[in-house]
């Protein structure tokens, strides 16, 4: 029996990584963490756990109540609340409010380190941690506080990976592009505003799903991937490439 932990499970890439693990073998049940479970049914091997991940006694209590260890850990909660009682401090804005800065830290960086900080000490060797990033980490962006801590996502998982190297756990990411989840549905107004935006920002002119997510993921955790810790994979169509022309 091989346990992984999943964060941020219960839908979008989070849910299709969870499949994906099931699916490789690389798991053989995995428990999904997640703050909203309203209307999620879990699947035939795994159990879902409400849990704010930002909340270190709440990712104990679950953690424990477990009753093995993890050998498999991805990090993928992340993304953003919506605050419709505020428009006028959106993400895009350069000088946004203070508190929804240290928000989207703690939610899309800080929560990495609980809930490895929690998981990670009993975790044997061969085992395999993996962080959701994204390639607003990787460049410039018009989302400041969240682009800022997935950078310092990226960063703090080439450093892990180096400590626990020794431990024989390995630590990578992945970088997704875009995905049409209920992350954009909450910041767009409509479908239509991100195909406009895929079709400028993406090379290969197509959007990314769920599931190629999860299978760089399942990848990354699995043993074919056992030489391979501190390393960030960019899965969005060449965006990093730069414009299509
Ligand atoms: N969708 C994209 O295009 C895209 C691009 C790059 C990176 N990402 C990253 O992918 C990850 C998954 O996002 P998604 O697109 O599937 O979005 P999503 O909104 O569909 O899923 C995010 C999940 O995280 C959960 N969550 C939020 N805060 C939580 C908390 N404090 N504790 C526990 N769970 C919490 C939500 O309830 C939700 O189920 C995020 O880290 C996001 O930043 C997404």
Redesign the pocket.
Known sequence: MTLAIV????????AAIVDALLADGTASHVAA????IDGVDAGPNVSLHV????DEEQVRAVVASLGEQATVLVN????GKPHPERTEELPFDPFGAVDLWRESVD??LT?AHVVTRVVGPGMPSGSAICN?????GLMANQLFA?GAA?AGLIHWTKSMALALATRGIRVNAV??????????QQMLPSREMFEAMVGAAVPMADEQT?AQIADAVAFLCSGRAAQVTGQVIAIDGGSMLGRPR
């Open positions: 964060t941020g499970a219960a839908r979008g890439i989070g963490l997640d703050l909203d849990c704010d991940v930002t993928n909660a992340g993304g939610l899309n929560s959701t990033a994204s390639i607003a969240y997935k970088a997704p592009g875009f995905v049409y989840t209920r992350l954009w769920p």
